[in-house]
C-alpha cells in the first residue's frame, strides 16, 4: 500500500480540497486494514474488503480513496449513524473492526500543535502526528452482511406490480399479496409532480 502522504494526496484529489476529515479518513483505513489483515486493499485482497461506514461526510471520501471499496461495486455500505465511524471487514477471514474517532481528539490537538491558532488548521496538523490511540477507539466486533448486500451479482430482480420499476437485491416489499417496490409500498422519498 502506498504511504499515508501518497493515499492523503489522492484522497485531496477525489474529495476536492484537504480538511482534517481526509486525514482521519486515511488514517482510519490505514488502521482498519491493518488490523484485519488487508495489505493490498485495491489489487489482491479487492475481494476479501467489505466496508461499512457511518457518516456522509469527508472522511468517507478518504475511505473510498484508500480501500477501493464503494456502493456501485457494493463493498461500501453506508450505514446512517451519523458517527465518524467505520468498521472493516474481512469476507476471507471474518475478522472485523470498528474504528470510531475520539471527539476529544479536537481539543487534544492543542497539544500537538499549540501555535496554529485556528482550530481547523490545528486539528488538520495535530491528526497526522497525534498517536493512534489518542485519535481513534477500536474494537473487534462481528458483522453480520446479509447475502442480499454482498458485492457481486444482483441474486434477485423482481419487477413492480403497481409502477412496473424493477427491484434488484431484495428491496422490494410484500404488501397485501402484491410485490411493490418500496415508492409504491409507502417509502417514497420524492413527490411526483
Avoid at 491558532?117 to 486539528?123: I, L, T
Wanted: charged share 30%.
Amino acid at each position: 500500500m502506498e504511504s499515508f502522504d501518497e493515499l492523503l494526496e489522492v484522497s485531496t484529489k477525489i474529495h476536492g480540497h484537504i480538511c482534517a476529515g481526509q486525514v482521519i479518513g486515511v488514517r482510519m483505513s490505514i488502521l482498519g486494514l491493518e488490523r484485519i489483515g488487508i495489505e493490498d486493499p485495491k489489487g489482491a485482497d479487492r475481494k476479501k474488503l467489505y466496508v461499512l461506514v457511518e457518516i456522509d461526510r469527508c472522511a468517507t471520501d478518504a475511505i473510498q480513496s484508500v480501500t477501493g471499496c464503494s456502493l456501485g461495486k457494493r463493498s461500501l455500505r453506508w450505514m446512517d449513524f451519523g458517527i465518524m465511524a467505520a468498521t472493516f471487514v474481512n469476507l476471507e477471514t471474518g475478522k472485523a473492526v470498528r474504528v470510531t474517532a475520539l471527539e476529544e481528539s479536537r481539543e487534544l490537538s492543542k497539544k500537538y500543535c499549540p501555535e496554529i491558532e485556528d482550530k481547523y488548521q490545528r486539528q488538520l496538523a495535530a491528526y497526522r502526528v497525534m498517536p493512534e490511540e489518542e485519535l481513534f477507539f477500536v474494537q473487534e466486533v462481528t458483522v453480520n452482511i446479509p447475502e442480499c448486500d454482498m458485492p457481486g451479482r444482483p441474486q434477485r430482480r423482481v419487477q413492480c406490480e403497481q409502477c412496473k420499476d424493477h427491484v434488484q437485491d431484495n428491496r422490494d416489499v410484500e404488501q397485501e399479496g402484491r410485490v411493490l417496490c418500496r415508492a409504491c409500498a409507502g417509502q417514497r422519498y420524492y413527490q411526483v409532480l
